[in-house]
């Protein structure tokens, strides 16, 4: 089984709940994946230089001033940290982005209506090149900075690359793939004032109700919507709260 993690901004902004997913991570049975993005990190560095940001549709608008800081700031501060952490905790581990090693290589997004700037969408995820180190015993922290191919560096969406090296890991056909995106509430909420209100499973027609009702919006609509495409590849999709990593709780995706 190969275990495809995604943490949210939330767990990354918090050092407590980061640690305890990393233990968590650090027990598995076997080498893992791990997806994170930015969390707060990188807006707050972008205000201290003061450089306007914007997001739309729960996705970064990244002009050349945030492409350099989102690129410092996940492949570098965040990932480390998370493999300092990881080393700490006797686990081999090597960070990268989607630009080492040709791991993950992307376009730059077209859009009718709004110029994303340097923002990627996946052409293609490495299989056999990932296979390959975690065939070794070491894990892997990647940062969703990925490359057009041509010498660009593009800024993906973390939720994204991650269903991305799942669906590619999957097709593959070597062995089974879990894909699990924590974050710091318990599931998909019905109602974001009662966090006793998960829903345990959503399936794919279900999606544009939900929306329609407001229940799914912003930063939550690129998790669904890769969640929901990945688990249309045979990939069992779970939503969980960070502490739940390995149980049966949170929000089914298929």
């Known amino acids: 089984m190969i275990h495809v993690i995604k943490i949210g901004g939330g767990v990354i902004d918090d050092a407590e709940m980061l640690q305890r997913v990393l233990r968590a991570c650090a027990v598995l049975q076997a080498p893992f994946i791990l997806v994170h993005g930015g969390g707060r990190v990188a807006t707050e560095i972008a205000h201290a230089l003061n450089i306007p940001q914007a997001m739309v549709g729960g996705r970064r608008i990244t002009d050349a001033d945030t492409l350099r800081i989102v ?133 794919a027609d279900q999606v544009d109700e939900l929306v329609a009702e407001g229940i799914l919006h912003a930063g939550m609509l690129p998790k669904i919507t890769m969640a929901v495409d990945a688990a249309r590849a045979g990939i069992k999709v779970r939503i969980q709260h960070a502490e739940d990593l390995g149980t049966q709780k949170g929000t089914v995706i298929q």
């Open 71 to 203: 690129t410092m700031t996940y492949a570098g501060l965040i990932n480390k940290d998370i493999i300092a952490r990881l080393q700490a905790l006797s686990l081999d581990a090597l960070g990268v982005c989607g630009a080492d090693m040709n791991l993950i290589t992307a376009k730059r997004r077209e859009h009718p209506e709004v110029d994303f700037g340097f923002v990627g969408d996946v052409v293609s995820v490495n299989a056999q090149r990932l296979q390959e180190i975690l065939h070794q015993g070491v894990s892997l922290v990647v940062a969703p900075i990925t490359h057009d191919g041509k010498g660009q560096l593009l800024n993906t969406n973390a939720d994204t690359v991650a269903a991305e090296i799942a669906k590619a890991l999957a097709a593959s056909g070597a062995e089974p793939v879990e894909l699990a995106y924590l974050f710091d509430l318990h599931g998909v909420l019905r109602d974001v004032d009662d966090i006793s209100s998960v829903i345990p499973e959503i399936k």
